[in-house]
């Protein structure tokens, strides 16, 4: 086990994600997110942090990342998804790592490598440490089925409304968990995307052609429900209720798993004159719902 500890640590908050916490900590020691990842020994030569750490840790990088941190080690595999392994099958089917037609097979639609966002949670609770360092970017963000923040009542943004790109997204083959994750001093609620500098300062070089984003995201009003009406509004949060049900396993599972079935999607009435006309059509569900999550195997 590595001997490094850091000189002390944050308490992780509820559902906060690892890049989440990456961030905080990072923040709060004035390191980088990189920084922190090696002395927890997860970055590799290629990667500060593999976005598969957002699945799942191996008991050995959980023992390394809860003694470097000061955690325990239920609380290190709190900041994954593993919890939901048992409800979210598709999170065990992630050929993560593995080599496919001469490429690593980084990702699949079950998990986002961008984290949506809702600016309400990012705000905080109005704790002290809240207030200093932001709301948890929770770990759900990262399932393409959640789409709405049920404690705000609110659909979550997935873009920085200054720079317009996809939040803590990796690009490309740097499959980070943290965008950036060499860059110091950035809030963790703050937009890590670099954005081109224009002016004279472009032509001192490269190093010099783009700079951190830094928009605070906690204060973005986008409002991407401002074009839902009411109606939607409330069949979207419905929805997001019964699905985020089945996700913490408050959800009896029917012996036919109802998922299966778009007559029995959760949160729709095809006699509803409000529902989807694909749904009460028997076209299927809505676009906004994953195409997988309909087509899971029995269990
Ligand atoms: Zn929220
Ligand atoms: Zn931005």
Avoid at 20 to 31: A, D, H, K, P, V
Avoid at 167 to 172: E, L, T, V, W
Wanted: aromatic share 4%; net charge positive; hydrophobic share 35%.
């Amino acid at each position: 086990m590595s001997s490094r500890q850091l000189p002390r640590s944050l308490d992780p908050l509820p559902q906060e994600s690892l890049a989440g916490f990456l961030l905080r900590i990072s923040y709060r020691l004035g390191l980088s997110p990189s920084r922190i990842a090696s002395l927890c020994e997860l970055a590799t030569p290629r990667r500060a942090c593999s976005y598969s750490s957002l699945r799942s840790l191996p008991q050995h990088s959980v023992t390394h990342v809860a003694h470097t941190l000061r955690l325990t080690a239920d609380e290190v595999n709190g900041l994954t998804l593993r919890g939901f392994a048992d409800t979210y099958p598709a999170l065990g089917r992630l050929r993560v790592g593995e080599k496919r037609v001469g490429t690593g097979a980084t990702h699949n639609w079950a998990v986002l490598p961008s984290s949506r966002y809702c600016p309400d949670c990012l705000l905080g609770d109005g704790s002290p440490v809240q207030n200093a360092l932001g709301g948890p970017w929770s770990t759900l963000w990262h399932l393409p089925v959640v789409f709405a923040c049920i404690r705000h009542g609110r659909l979550l943004e997935h873009l920085c409304p200054s720079c317009g790109q996809l939040i803590n997204g990796s690009s490309g083959e740097k499959q980070e968990i943290v965008k950036n994750p060499s860059m110091i001093g950035i809030h963790p609620v703050a937009c890590r995307n670099r954005v081109p500098v224009l002016g004279p300062l472009r032509s001192l070089g490269k190093r010099h052609r783009s700079v951190p984003c830094g928009s605070l995201l906690d204060r973005s009003r986008n409002g991407i429900e401002a074009s839902r009406s009411s109606a939607e509004l409330k069949m979207l949060m419905d929805l997001q209720r019964r699905l985020l049900d089945h996700l913490h396993g408050r959800q009896q599972e029917k012996a036919d798993n109802p998922l299966t079935r778009s007559n029995d999607l959760p949160g729709f009435d095809r006699r509803d004159p409000s529902c989807p006309t694909d749904v009460a059509t028997g076209g299927g569900p809505p676009a906004f719902i994953a195409p997988g999550w309909l087509h899971r195997s029995p269990r």
